[in-house]
């Protein structure tokens, strides 16, 4: 069985930093997509960086290069998101995603969440002076 379950939200100020985890139990990372989308209060879930085997990482949106980067320790099947100088925009609950086999482009992934078959419980992020 996949497990994805995500830890390190909290409530920061404007321009801090903060690194969320995800273990990920069930499968290993060979052919697969992980990374992370978000969803803020009364919008979308939104894709925010994606890393696969074949394609390395990438971010979906442009408000978080420069910012944000999605790495993995295959060591402990652990995906990280690394967030600096967060901004109030930030606020939402984060999820970790992954599909098993990659079969798209990973830019599909970002624009296309219901691609990724199992998804975390989230863990919310708070940017508030």
């Known amino acids: 069985e996949v497990q994805l379950v995500e830890s390190g939200g909290g409530l920061v100020q404007p321009g801090e930093s903060l690194r969320l985890s995800c273990v990920v139990s069930?499968?290993?990372?060979?052919?697969?997509?992980i990374g992370w989308f978000r969803q803020a209060p009364g919008k979308g879930r939104e894709g925010v960086s994606l890393?696969?085997?074949?394609?390395?990482?990438?971010a979906c949106t442009d408000s978080v290069k420069g910012r944000f980067a999605v790495s993995s320790d295959d060591a402990t099947n652990t995906v990280y998101l690394q967030m600096s100088n967060l901004k109030p925009e930030d606020t939402a609950l984060y999820y970790c995603?992954?599909?098993?086999?990659?079969?798209?482009?990973?830019?599909?992934?970002?624009?296309?969440?219901?691609?990724?078959?199992?998804w975390g419980k989230g863990t919310p992020v708070t940017v508030s002076s």
């Open positions: 995603a992954a599909d098993i086999e990659q079969t798209a482009p990973l830019g599909l992934y970002c624009t296309d969440p219901g691609q990724l078959d199992f």
């Open positions: 069930g499968f290993t990372f060979d052919d697969y997509v």
């Open positions: 890393m696969s085997g074949f394609d390395g990482g990438m």
